[in-house]
């Protein structure tokens, strides 16, 4: 057509291999993102415990058995069946008419939280860590610390759950043939359990070893109330106390034959005094026992997975909680083997050993005085 301008697309070269991998990489983690998001609706709406039982429900009774608006719910089961977290009975059904099921393969994954790969959880682990996300901004810019979340009772605790009461007591303490012995001996021996939690790490020693005495420490009100709580529910309310206090408390001095920090360190802005009170607690013979994240000896490019999810903790979550503290060490999520060395000598003690227990997620650790 006379005086129009022919529109033409602009030659697009084939783009280079590296520069299309990283755009298809970054696509699927933004599924992978948004799974786990939804993942979180389940968890926290109490979506997946209600499918457990493995029967197939309509939209209108899932909502009806979870208290849920039923559009939401049916929006939450399209998604899940559309990437295969579910089944659906006939997809040519009319919306309201389908019927979905969680598959017993799924069951252990989406709603068994004593599982080892129990991972529902993930999805609160990850909108926990994007709250905060906006103030980090500021704390990038200014090297101070976003202010602190309030406390949640699922996320990282109910993994930990999942792997203190199946391995803890039956696998990871045994390794360590002497600890053991000690803790099946007369008279009983006594633990102490640093940055406890909501208290499974101390549950489960207590259950594996009968005789002895756990005492759960931690600085957070609500995770202690949780962690009596949870001691009361599986029957251990007298085998196992906890605390609203740090290592430093001079009743504590001297008294223990374990004393273990299971996944805090690296959070502590000052591991060395951490460590210091740690070998105080300690009863003459004593060990302290440790367990952090599993990463390489030194710094790696390109890094294994597990070590790149530790650096994504780091600076998310795991730094930035100790950056408030102008003393800060600013260990962060990675910190290898011979920084924690260095801590280990730097507060005392004489022996460092990396302990012979294999697992695809921490490296453990044995201190003595």
């Known amino acids: 057509m006379a005086g129009r301008r022919r529109l033409t697309s602009p030659t697009v070269e084939p783009l280079a291999d590296r520069t299309k991998a990283l755009a298809d990489r970054l696509r699927a983690n933004t599924l992978g993102a948004l799974e786990l998001y939804t993942l979180y609706l389940g968890e926290r709406l109490g979506l997946y415990r209600a499918l457990a039982d493995g029967e197939p429900v309509t939209s209108s009774e899932l909502a009806e058995r979870t208290g849920a608006f039923e559009r939401y719910v049916r929006e939450w089961l399209e998604q899940h069946a559309a990437s295969g977290l579910l089944d659906v009975d006939d997809p040519a059904a009319e ?7 969680m ?9 068994d939280p004593d599982h080892l790969l129990y991972d529902a959880y993930k999805g609160v682990d990850i909108v926990r860590a994007a709250r905060p996300l906006p103030d980090l901004v500021d704390a990038f810019r200014s090297g101070g610390a976003p202010p602190p979340l309030s406390w949640e009772p ?8 999942a792997i203190f009461l199946n391995l803890l007591g039956t696998e990871w303490l045994p ?18 359990d640093i940055a406890c939690g909501t208290g499974w790490s101390s549950i489960a020693m ?26 009361e529910t599986v029957g251990l309310a007298g085998g196992v106390t906890f605390s609203v206090a740090d290592a430093s408390d001079p009743d504590l001095s001297g008294t223990f034959d374990l004393v273990t920090i299971f996944e805090a ?12 009170l740690a070998r105080g607690m300690l009863a003459d013979g004593g060990s302290a026992v440790l367990a952090d994240e599993l990463v390489e000896d030194v710094f790696t490019v390109p890094a294994p997975i597990a070590e790149r999810l530790s650096y994504a903790w780091s600076v998310v979550s795991c730094l930035p909680s100790a950056m408030g503290d102008p003393e800060t060490a600013a260990t ?8 924690l060395r260095g801590y280990a000598a730097e507060a005392g003690f004489g022996e460092f050993e990396i302990l012979p227990i ?3 997620f921490w490296r453990f650790y044995r201190l003595l005085g």
Do not use: C
């Open 358 to 360: 294999e697992t695809d």
């Open 103 to 111: 598959p017993p393969e799924h069951v252990p994954v989406l709603a």
């Open 265 to 276: 360190l690296h959070d502590m802005s000052r591991p060395v005094e951490a460590l210091r």
């Open 332 to 339: 962060g999520t990675v910190m290898r083997p011979s920084v």
């Open 154 to 161: 699922e996320g990282r605790a109910e993994f930990n759950r």
């Open 175 to 192: 390794a360590i043939p002497d600890v053991d012995r000690r803790l099946r001996a007369e008279p009983p021996a006594r633990g102490a």
């Open 95 to 101: 919306p309201l008419a389908r019927r979905y099921r």
């Open 206 to 231: 207590a259950r594996a070893y009968p005789a002895i005495t756990v005492h759960g420490l931690d600085l957070d009100e609500d995770v202690i109330a949780v962690a009596r709580a949870n001691a």
